[in-house]
């Protein structure tokens, strides 16, 4: 197959998805991987099956795949599965498998079709598989069905650009060959991120399928929509072969029969099926992680130390040093003005729909309650009339005038204006109150905050326990590169 360098690489890489999964974060690192890519019923789940020659994905009508399904298969002597959130636990019935990821789906996104981005670690042990991960992800919907939100379209849109956005991410294109590929949603999502096609694998399914007297030769040959990977085409069971329970076997002695008796597709026929499509996809996956190792190593290298210069700090924690403590308070005072600036401005972080709060109270203070209390403030314009004339008169004496003098115009606005202090003062308060009342709220998410940072210092130990699983990867990682990068020859028959 190849040199043993790089046959190491996918389970190597495997080790460290497992060990970013499990501390559930990436730490900025894009791992190379390939991205499963399709509208519903379009086949992604039948490729899977067929790679693994065993029925171990949940089936059904609408959305199914509810969460990303991150399966790594691994060549082995015995057959057998393992979830990473099961550790220790080896599945050798796959059915059990599937009832595993059912409710694994379950616990987190409900019975009635919601979604959610947390991925489902599931690593399957087989002779009969190549080294290969893959990452299963939901199908794209229009429409939005049971306790799924309007937006279920762009929701699951997003989740798929997550992963396929990422320049070491290959995208593995499912397309039905009986609807049109220039309105492939899979095709059209990879040219978002990937306009030139450089990262994109075409899979075309459903080929026997397609009406009397049509094929999709110019696709396979990849003269329509030219990708630089090309297009692989597969045949899948059907529902009926799936209900009848049809070996996976025996439906790819099908598959290759169908190949090689079509007179569109027979010229290429050792080019096409399910087994070359496992063959390729292990190769390109190979080699790319192959291309992009030094960027990777190197960006590997440059996290592992700043987060071991993160833990030495908490390893070197002393509540008690004086320089600790007036940082601390500095930060913590700093955090307090944000948030009391984003909760008075409308920028904070999470908004609340159930409550007025902060500057949207102190606007309503402003343009409801105020201008309601200067309404009710009574004037009587005869009353003011007279004292008008009365000012007038006696700022005038004895002479008689020709204009208005100042002193009456302000002895009269004066007065006018000291019936408005009993509102404003009340209006002061009112707003003195909304700031107080914003400034203990932002000190109450302070203390929420130190709580936080007191668990996460009682959680040292843990974190050290994924640093040693961090550094074994990468000096694996650092060890193979000079004697498995150099030269490399793969043989896909």
């Known amino acids: 197959m190849g040199n043993r360098g790089m046959e190491e690489l996918i389970p190597l890489v495997n080790r460290l998805q497992d060990a970013l999964s499990s501390v559930g974060q990436s730490c900025s690192l894009h791992l190379p991987q390939i991205a499963v890519v399709g509208g519903q019923s379009a086949g992604k789940s039948s490729v899977l ?10 089936r059904g009508s609408g959305i199914v795949t509810r969460r990303p399904l991150i399966l790594q298969l691994l060549s082995a002597t015995m057959e057998y599965g393992e979830f990473l959130h099961c550790k220790g636990k080896k599945f050798t019935d796959f059915d059990e498998i599937r009832k595993e990821i059912e409710t694994e789906t379950c616990r987190l ?27 299963d992800l939901p199908g794209i919907t229009k429409v939005p069905v049971g306790d ?21 991410c290959l995208i593995l294109a499912v397309t039905p060959a009986n609807t049109d590929l220039a309105n492939s949603d899979a095709l059209k999502l990879a040219k978002d991120v990937d306009p030139q096609g450089q990262r994109t694998i075409g899979v075309i399914t459903k080929l026997d399928l397609m009406d009397e007297g049509t094929d999709a030769r110019e696709i396979l040959e990849n003269r329509l929509l030219p990708l630089r990977r090309g297009y692989i085409g597969v045949v899948n069971r059907s529902q009926k072969d799936i209900d009848g329970k049809k070996d996976i076997k025996a439906a790819l002695l099908a598959e290759e029969k169908f190949f090689l008796s079509h007179p569109a597709y027979k010229h290429m026929a050792e080019r096409m099926g399910t ?24 960006h590997l290298q440059s996290q592992l130390l700043s987060l071991n210069k993160e833990a030495e700090q908490y390893r070197q924690y002393s509540p008690d040093d004086p320089a600790r403590r007036t ?28 409550n007025l709060s902060g500057g949207a109270r102190i606007n309503r203070i402003f343009h409801e309650y105020f201008p309601y209390e200067l ?15 009365y000012a007038i008169r006696n700022i005038h004496g004895v002479r008689t005038g ?19 202090k009993g509102p404003c003062i009340k209006f002061i308060d009112m707003v003195s109150q909304e700031l107080i009342n914003t400034v203990y709220q932002c000190i109450n998410k302070v203390k929420k905050t130190v709580c936080v940072c007191v668990m996460y210092l009682h959680d040292v130990l843990y974190i050290s326990g994924f640093f040693h699983c961090f550094q074994a990867c990468f000096f694996s990682l650092y060890d193979m590169i000079p004697r498995g990068c150099v030269q490399v020859t793969f043989d896909l028959q």
Not at 109 to 135: D, E, M
Not at 148 to 168: G, L, T
């Open 109 to 135: 996104t409900g019975s009635n079709k919601g979604i959610s981005p947390v991925p489902i670690n599931l690593r399957i042990h087989s002779p009969h598989v190549l080294n290969l991960t893959l990452v």
């Open 327 to 354: 940082k601390t308070l500095l930060q913590l005072v700093q955090h307090l003005a944000v948030d009391f600036e984003k909760l008075i401005e409308g920028s904070g972080d999470k908004v609340d729909t159930v």
């Open 375 to 389: 309404v009710k403030i009574e004037s009587d314009e005869r009353k003011m009339r007279r004292e008008i004339n």
């Open 402 to 420: 020709l204009f208005t003098p100042d002193m009456a115009f302000e002895a009269i606005v004066k007065k006018e204006i000291s019936r408005l």
């Open 275 to 298: 087994p070359y499509l496992q063959r390729a996809l292990n190769q390109q996956l190979t080699n790319h992680i192959r291309d992009t190792l030094p960027a990777f190593r190197s």
């Open 148 to 168: 799924q939100p309007a937006d279920i379209e762009y929701q699951i849109r997003d989740m798929i650009m997550q992963y396929i956005c990422k320049e070491n």
């Open 49 to 58: 099956e067929n790679f693994v020659g065993r029925d171990f994905l949940p």
